[in-house]
């Protein structure tokens, strides 16, 4: 990527880059799996940040199906100290059980999953926490008050900088910003999935982040009717790096996190970055 590339302030004082890098990956090949090499998860993250990665998306239940492999473990391994131009974004929402069994997070469980990831990671503030609601899709109706303002106490702390939001809809973002301010927006979002395209219009409009998880459909979307491949071919590019590239010329608050185990695929993602679409190309995938 760029020593010039483009910057996006997260809150007005978090300067980060466009592309940045999902956490969730370098413990597992999915959302749980057998182990990965804990080496490996740390050089990735140290290529990351080399290749101008300053934004790291994580949780504290990314972790591999055996718990050996955690990803605020090996962030805290391979980068402590931090650099000081590092953000360190992480999200809570669920309580996970011995078994994997999960349950909604109430307001009265904010404190101890915060704590949980201060401690595995190694800080005495968070930069950002996404308060993240549902399953798979935004649970439409459902108030997000408690859980926000248990938050926005730990914000008022000083244990938090900043607070985002996860899998919601405008009528959670504005619930939530009668709370207190939310500086970032993570939907599942992607050329192939353009649902959410008001709310980034809303994030827009309020100079707030929107960054996708699964930007590449997270291996259960074929982003791809043949428009990136031949895209992808006039620029000598992946269609992977032309799905990253239009993302990023949507919105200029757009911020994106793809994860990998692999420092081949981390390069390839990161590379991404540097392609500029033309508008030929735009039209094509409009």
């Given amino acids: 990527m ?11 004082d978090m300067p980060v880059n466009l592309m940045g890098f999902g956490a969730m ?5 999915g ?14 993250l140290r290529r990351a940040v080399e290749l101008g990665a300053n934004l790291i998306d994580t949780a504290a239940f ?23 131009d590092l953000v360190i974004a992480t999200k809570v929402g669920h309580v996970f059980s011995s078994d994997d069994s999960h349950r909604t997070a109430t307001g009265a469980d904010m404190r101890r999953l915060v704590e949980e990831n201060l401690q595995d990671l190694g800080l005495d503030r968070l930069d950002l926490v996404y308060l993240r609601i549902g399953e798979m899709a935004p649970p439409h109706g459902e108030s997000l008050a408690e859980r926000f303002e248990a938050l926005a106490a730990l914000r008022e702390e000083g244990l938090i900088r900043h607070l985002g939001l996860s899998n919601i809809d405008a009528d959670h973002l504005a619930e939530a910003r009668a709370i207190a301010p939310v500086v970032a927006v993570q939907n599942n979002f992607h050329v192939a999935k353009r649902g959410d395209a008001a709310l980034l219009g809303i994030c827009e409009t309020e100079n707030i982040a929107f960054s996708p998880f699964f930007p590449l459909g997270g291996g259960m979307a074929n982003i791809d009717d043949g428009r990136l491949a031949r895209i992808a071919g006039r620029h000598g590019a992946t269609s992977n790096q032309i799905a990253l590239a239009w993302l990023l010329a949507l919105s200029p608050v757009m911020i994106a996190i793809p994860g990998t185990g692999s420092i081949a695929h981390l390069e390839e993602n990161m590379a991404a970055g540097d392609i500029v679409l033309t508008e030929q190309d735009l039209a094509e995938l409009s």
């Fill in 2 to 12: 760029s020593d010039k590339a483009v910057k996006f302030s997260l809150g007005g």
């Fill in 25 to 29: 990956r370098l413990v597992s090949k």
């Fill in 31 to 44: 959302f749980r799996g057998p182990a990965r090499d804990p080496g490996a998860g740390r050089a990735v």
């Fill in 62 to 84: 990314y972790h591999s199906s055996d718990k050996t492999v955690r990803a605020n473990r090996l962030i805290q391994e391979a980068l402590f100290p931090y650099g000081r």
